[in-house]
């Protein structure tokens, strides 16, 4: 499907656009949408976009999917929800300072986890390896699938009719064999391209949100320790100067006080390091950003060496430590039971499941009925699929 060519007018409500960088994505050049549709009278097209994220099954959903610990394990640990929220709002603080569109990056950043599996990256890892045979499973080409064809709530079209720069943003990454498929979405990991400033912009605040409240989550679960932690350059030189500032301060506010600390500093760093490339580039439009041959958007050397660190820790000590390969474990066996019964005999799917899946199989085949399956699983929250589990496998229930 192409996209509508026409520019998209501005409405008498989108005068914030006028206080845009040249680079920005203005709305009136952006690319439209798949399918044409009159512009909205008291939103501008990005605003549309971040709504219909919003309002969205998918996103509710998310409220139920794992970050890094399972939905039961405790109230208190972000979910795929809380941080996407917390994307959105490291985003926009960005995207304010840079006069970028700040509605376009909310879009990106409440959409960009909507393609998850159930149990974080756990369900991801074993999903993928299900559906090994027929292309895998990425969350991120999957996020497009939801958006374009699997969210049915418009009677016009599939889908949530986004618009190509907040498909673009929802992106981050696609290999070329699925790129050549997308159309103009995925020419610029065909030409070798980049996003808006936009997506770049939602695409670190990303990393920043992860990173930062993972140390939160992995300090609240005792699973690593503040004496960890403190070996950690970011982490330290905000720990040192908390406790230096705040003597008898009570350890929830400390860890408070740094991850804080963290977030700024790396917010501080990535506006000015951007400013500066962006200054020495000069892109007089959001065209002209995509030609670019690496992102202008990011860090100095010395913040990606700190990041680097943090994230080579949290990798062994948090996402390695035993209980959470525990849960992996777990995981892989309970989506890969789920996948092969649904795949050997789709009866045993609810009515809804079943008709996608006829419809699916009729059109692609054994390749359409395994997806079909996929599509089912992907969508399901952690609660929903243990319960899933049960119903289906376990002969006490």
Known sequence: ?????????ISEFQITVMSLALYASHENRSRGRRYSEPSPDLRGEYQRDRDRVIHSSSFRRLEYKTQVFVNHEGDLYRTRLT???????VGRTVARAMELHEDLVEAIALAHDLGHAPFGHA????????????????????????????EERYAAFRGLNLTFESREGILKHCSLTHAVLLGDVGERFLQGGQPSLEAQVANLADEIA?????????????????????????FR??????????????ERRVIHEVVRRMVSSQIMDLVEVSRERLRQVNPREADEVRRQSSPLIGFS????????ELKQFLREALYGHYQIRRTAAKVGRLIGSLFEVFVADPLLLPPQALADLRARE??????GRVQ???????????RYAILEYQRVLDPSV
């Open 83 to 89: 941080h996407s929220l917390e994307v959105a709002q």
């Open 372 to 382: 079909a399956v996929a599509d089912y699983i992907a969508g399901m929250t952690d």
């Open 210 to 234: 992860y990173n930062c409240h993972d140390v939160d989550d992995g300090l609240r679960s005792g699973l690593i320790t503040l004496y960890q932690l403190r070996e950690l350059s970011l």
């Open 1 to 9: 499907m192409g996209y509508n060519s026409r520019s998209i007018p």
């Open 123 to 150: 369900g991801q890892d074993a999903l993928d390896a299900c559906m090994k045979d027929y292309g895998g499973f990425e969350h991120n080409l999957h996020a497009l699938r939801v958006v374009d064809e699997l």
């Open 362 to 367: 009729d059109s692609h085949g054994e390749a």
């Open 301 to 308: 050397p010395l913040m990606v060496e700190q990041i680097w």
């Open 237 to 250: 030189a905000h720990y040192e100067e908390v406790v230096g500032s705040y003597a008898g301060l009570r």
